[in-house]
């Protein structure tokens, strides 16, 4: 019986349509047959009126029996389940009153129209909460003009192409979420709950369907959510479902290394070690900001550098390597062990400006930072635990590329990083032990709203010190 009546539910958003159809028609021949060039329609209309009433009932009655299948958001369908009813109930009458001559003369007379408006807008909302319940909420005007958009409070997408960055971006809003958005989502949503499960918060991903937890934190293996994606692709079961693209493998794995990590909602990538496997798909996907960082750089063509320069520079200490093999992009890193590097060494980068795009002067015993404001290509700047401070900012106003600065342990103040307001692509600024204030990073933020500001101890788990593809 059940499995019946959900067939015949089934046929509840073709046979909606009818009197969607109908019921309209009967108002508009209503409305024209009260003017006398359009008197012959009058007749017809309590026939269309009442064809449309019926089908309304009908199709009411397939919507009970739809819902039972419980697929649906319940606010959302009781909603709707209302209105339709109300449609029918309220379509029925009119025709009772319509078909009665004496009241159409007397007391209906003014009413009756209004009335039909009253049924005409409550099919049109019927119908369009329908509509969100079978396509989701933002179907409608996914693809509408702005403007209209913003008149319907629904927010602007996001812009795609924000750069997910390595240091900041959490492992499921980077990686996981996208690929459930994808391919999930559709079919397990507030509106629509297939297998009583939702995948669009993490809250509801969390809470699992009818048949209790998807994840199981720890173990991919025993992990409902994993098991569908890597079932034959004929099982009825496999997700998602025949007819849908299914998840690349590299997505599958992906999926199965995030699950057997223990499934982390709030975890930074930064803090997290990535078999090389992962890395890979990872850099594929053209997440992260080595990734983005790479083409960033990829794109800066500048000639070798000088290898006398490098022998001097390697000859006080400092290690100067090639960003990724082959490359002609410099990381220049001073050693911990090594001869302070002073500001007589700073005239050692001068030959390569070109080429440097890394820099890690930490612990330096430079005092005299004006050189770095030649280094117009830097991409990456520490100068933590030296001597640098507000009256030394000026130096940086022009490196424009500069995406990762690093501040700790210096005198720099909230007048300092004022200055760094005109830096448009920096994207993770360093203050522990700073004398930045709250209201400074406030201020900043003004400027920058992307930048990601770390003050507390975390800093020290993200040091650059790796060098991309390796
Ligand atoms: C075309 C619609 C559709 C898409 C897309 C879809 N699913 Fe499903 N999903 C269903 C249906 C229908 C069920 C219930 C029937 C069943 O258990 O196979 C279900 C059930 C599930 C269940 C079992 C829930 C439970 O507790 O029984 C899991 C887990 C699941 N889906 C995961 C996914 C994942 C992961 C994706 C994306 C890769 C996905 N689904 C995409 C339709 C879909």
Same mark, same amino acid.
């Given at each position: 019986m059940n499995d019946f009546a959900l067939f015949l539910g089934r046929f509840h958003p073709l046979m909606v349509h009818l009197p969607v159809g109908m019921l309209m028609l009967a108002v508009v021949i209503e409305w024209l047959g009260r003017r006398e060039k359009y008197a012959a329609l009058a007749a017809s209309g309590p026939l269309i009126l009442l064809l449309g009433a019926l089908s309304a009932l009908v199709s009411a009655a397939l919507g009970l029996l739809l819902a039972q299948?419980?697929?649906?958001d319940t606010d959302l369908l009781a909603f709707h389940q209302n209105l339709g009813i109300a449609v029918a109930v309220l379509s029925l009458l009119l025709y009772i009153v319509r078909r009665n001559e004496a009241w159409m003369q007397g007391w209906a007379k003014r009413l009756y129209l209004p009335a039909s408006g009253l049924m005409v807008l409550l099919l049109i909302v019927a119908g369009h909460q329908g509509g969100s319940l079978t396509h989701g909420e933002d179907y409608l005007l996914q693809y509408a003009p702005s403007p209209v958009k913003r008149l319907a409070g629904l927010e602007e997408?996001?812009?795609?192409?924000a750069v997910v960055d390595m240091?900041?971006?959490?492992v499921y809003a980077a990686l996981v979420e996208p690929i459930l958005k994808k391919s999930c989502v559709s079919c397990h949503n507030k509106g629509k709950r297939k297998?009583?499960?939702?995948?669009?918060t993490r809250e509801e991903l969390l809470k699992g369907g009818e048949n209790g937890l998807i994840l199981v934190a720890g173990n991919s293996e025993k992990s409902e959510l994993f098991r569908r994606l890597n079932l034959?692709?004929?099982?009825?079961?496999?997700?998602?479902?025949?007819g849908k693209k299914p998840l690349s493998e590299a997505q599958v794995s992906l999926i199965g290394w995030w699950i057997g990590i223990?499934?982390?909602?709030?975890?930074?990538?930064?803090?997290l070690e990535i078999p090389a496997d992962i890395q890979a798909i990872i850099a594929k996907m053209g997440v992260g900001s080595a990734a983005k960082k790479a083409s960033l750089l990829d794109s800066l063509k500048v000639a070798p550098p000088d290898a006398a320069a490098i022998e001097k520079l390697k000859s006080r200490k400092a290690q100067a390597r090639p960003?990724?093999?082959?490359?002609?992009l410099l990381q220049i890193t001073l050693s911990r062990?090594?001869?302070?590097?002073g500001d007589a060494d700073m005239a050692l980068l001068k030959p390569l400006t070109e080429q440097i795009v890394w820099l890690d002067l930490r612990m330096?015993?430079?005092?005299?930072?004006? +050189? %770095?404001?030649? &280094?117009?290509?830097?991409?990456r700047l520490t100068l933590a635990q *030296?001597?640098?401070s507000d009256k030394d900012m000026v130096h940086l106003a022009?490196?424009?590329?500069?995406?990762y600065l690093n501040l700790y342990?210096?005198?720099?103040s909230d007048e300092g990083i004022?200055?760094?307001? +005109? %830096?448009?692509? &920096?994207k993770n600024l360093y203050l522990w032990?700073?004398?930045? *204030?709250e209201a400074g990073i406030a201020a900043l933020k003004q400027s920058l709203p992307g930048l990601a500001i770390t003050m507390g101890e975390e800093m020290k788990e993200v040091e650059p010190v790796a060098t991309p593809g390796k």
């Open positions: 299948g419980g697929d649906y997408t996001p812009d795609t192409e240091q900041t971006a959490d297998g009583g499960l939702r995948m669009d034959p692709m004929d099982d009825e079961k496999h997700m998602p479902p025949d223990g499934a982390p909602m709030d975890k930074k990538l930064s803090e960003l990724s093999e082959g490359s002609s062990d090594s001869l302070p590097f330096g015993a430079v005092n005299d930072f004006s +050189g %770095l404001a030649a &280094l117009t290509h830097l991409n *030296t001597t640098f022009g490196l424009s590329q500069l995406e342990g210096t005198e720099v004022r200055q760094l307001a +005109g %830096l448009k692509n &920096l032990q700073t004398k930045v *204030t």
